[in-house]
């Protein structure tokens, strides 16, 4: 019996940061029904507030440069 599943996953560079781009990324996700999406150069600074980037249906992982302290990289 055959017990593959199918898993959409997908890479984005946001450049720039991702303050600007959140609501393009929720529908992207929305629309595409992606599983995992791994996001570069978000550049959030370790002072926001990390709940404007949570989505519905997903979960967040941050990873923190040691330089700055920006979140760099992002995955839902």
Do not use: H, W
Not at 38 to 67: C, M, R
């Amino acid at each position: 019996m055959d017990k593959s599943v199918n898993i959409k996953i997908c890479t984005f560079n946001v450049c720039l940061g991702l303050r600007c781009k959140i609501n393009l990324i929720k529908d992207f996700l929305n629309e595409n029904k992606i599983d995992i999406l791994s996001l570069q150069e978000t550049e959030i600074d370790a002072e926001e507030n990390l709940s404007i980037y949570e989505i519905p249906g997903y979960v967040t992982e941050y990873e923190k440069t040691l330089e700055n302290q920006k979140i760099r990289t992002l995955m839902y």
